[in-house]
C-alpha cells in the first residue's frame, strides 16, 4: 500500500488539534488519555505525531477529537 504525503505532511488537521488543545489548556498526555477513554487506542507520542503531521488520522480519530476539542470537523480540516 502506498503511503500519501500531502504537501510533505500526513495530515492536514495536526496544527489545528494543537492549537486546539491548547486553547483547552491539556496536555498531549491528558488529549492522548481522554481519546483513549473514547476508545481510541493511542499514546502521548501519536498525539505529537499527529500535531506535527508525520501521523495519518482516520476519521472516526477526528470524529472523536472534534468532539474532546469541542471544535468542528471543518475547522480541524481548515475549511472554514
Not at 483547552?24 to 500535531?51: H, P
Not at 472516526?60 to 476539542?69: D, K
Amino acid at each position: 500500500m502506498k503511503i500519501y504525503d500531502f504537501n510533505g505532511r500526513k495530515n492536514i488537521c495536526g496544527e489545528r488539534v494543537k492549537a486546539a488543545r491548547k486553547k483547552l489548556k491539556l496536555s498531549q498526555e491528558n488529549l492522548a488519555a481522554k481519546l483513549q477513554l473514547e476508545g481510541v487506542i493511542i499514546e502521548r507520542d501519536s498525539v505529537s505525531r499527529i500535531e506535527i503531521g508525520t501521523r495519518f488520522v482516520a476519521d472516526y480519530e477526528i470524529a472523536i477529537l472534534c468532539r474532546i476539542l469541542n471544535v468542528t470537523p471543518a475547522y480541524l480540516l481548515g475549511i472554514e
